[in-house]
């Protein structure tokens, strides 16, 4: 059994900033990639940043110099900050990572989303 558990969300006003943070637990032999998907109202989930193991990240370009990812392998944590937010950052933000369990199963986990809204 593995969850995804993300904190962090709220309300900020336009050009404040936010930390998200997802915690992976459970029956965990190791993560590969890990990242944050966005899903605004009437539209389809999309990527925001990932997260290799070794450090490498991609990035969507809405939030290219504005958003960076980071993970504590360690801790099985992925970190999303969120500086210069605006209005059309506002969507349910989910955390994703490829796992491999201690079965030596591999699949990807999602997060049950935390609300980011930007508005004054």
């Known amino acids: 059994q593995v969850q995804l558990v993300e904190s962090g969300g709220g309300l900020v006003q336009p050009g404040g900033s936010l930390r998200l943070s997802c915690a992976a637990s459970?029956?965990?032999?190791?993560?590969?990639?890990m990242g944050w998907y966005h899903q605004a109202p009437g539209k389809e989930r999309e990527l925001v940043a990932t997260?290799?193991?070794?450090?490498?990240?991609n990035y969507a370009d809405s939030v290219k110099g504005r958003f960076t990812i980071s993970r504590d392998n360690a801790k099985n944590t992925v970190y999303l900050r969120m500086n210069s937010l605006k209005p059309e950052d506002t969507a349910v933000y989910y955390c994703?990572?490829?796992?491999?369990?201690?079965?030596?199963?591999?699949?990807?986990?999602w997060g049950q989303g935390t609300q980011v809204t930007v508005s004054s």
């Open positions: 994703n990572a490829i796992i491999i369990t201690t079965t030596m199963s591999a699949r990807d986990y």
């Open positions: 459970g029956s965990i032999f190791s993560i590969r990639d």
């Open positions: 997260i290799t193991s070794g450090g490498s990240t």
